[in-house]
């Protein structure tokens, strides 16, 4: 079983829906939680950080970790065109004091006008 | 807004050869990381590097790779002999904890002939 797992899409929405977006994972010891937006051959950008389960806002973006479920998710709301990326989970452990991220395969997204 | 810069974009080298790939992070940040991803696939840890030393590496990081902060800005990877499935774009990213967000670099592009 992969330690992350994401659906690579792509995801294709009309400009304005609602877009969600999941990632399960295997190990119940993760407790920090990422969301990155890639542009293509770009970085990552980081665009929400969640220390254990609950839920964060952050203008259109939504993060909710449901630890018992081992899920999260990353809700966009009026979704953009220029919303149109790969969208990467990403955690880490509690006990790992290096930080080492461990990532999804990410889901590539299009918002069409 | 500080961000973290890598040079070159993008390098060509022939198989063999040694290449350096260079960063420099985010001014005030300790933990330092390189990442790689294949084309197509997911993000991969490779190191980490707090208190000029490996705090961490993956079995990726044979000892073909190494790395360095040879001065107090910039942090290198350095690929000894290059092989054919290297090819990927390598990002760095730096944080000022071992918890903290990653911000990650724009990445180089290294394509092995």
């Known amino acids: 079983q992969k330690e992350v797992e994401q659906d690579p899409g792509p995801l294709s929405v009309p400009e304005g829906a609602i877009v969600s977006l999941n990632c399960t994972y295997s190990n119940s010891a993760f407790q920090y939680f990422m969301w990155y937006r890639q542009y293509s051959r770009k970085g990552p950008e980081l665009l929400m950080y969640?220390?254990?389960?609950g839920n964060k806002e952050d203008g259109r973006f939504t993060a909710q970790v449901d630890k018992s479920s081992k899920y999260i998710s990353l809700f966009i709301r009026d979704s953009q065109p220029s919303d149109s990326a790969t969208y990467l989970c990403a955690m880490s452990l509690l006990s790992s004091n290096t930080g080492k991220l461990i990532f999804g395969q990410g889901t590539t997204l299009q918002v069409k006008p | 807004e500080p961000e973290v810069t890598q040079t070159p974009s993008h390098q060509v080298t022939q198989m063999g050869q040694e290449v350096i790939l260079r960063c420099v992070p985010i001014?005030?940040?300790?933990?330092f990381y390189w990442y790689r991803q294949i084309l197509g696939q997911k993000v991969e840890f490779l190191v980490s590097f707090y208190n000029n030393e490996i705090s961490e590496k993956s079995e990726i990081f044979d000892d073909q790779f190494s790395v360095e902060r040879p001065d107090g800005s910039n942090f290198t990877l350095k690929i000894r002999s290059t092989k054919l499935e290297d090819s990927a774009m390598y990002f760095c990213?730096?944080?000022?904890?071992?918890?903290?967000?990653?911000?990650f670099g724009p990445g180089t592009r290294l394509t092995v002939l």
């Open positions: 001014s005030n940040h300790l933990y």
């Open positions: 969640t220390y254990s389960s």
């Open positions: 990213a730096s944080t000022s904890t071992g918890t903290d967000t990653q911000y």
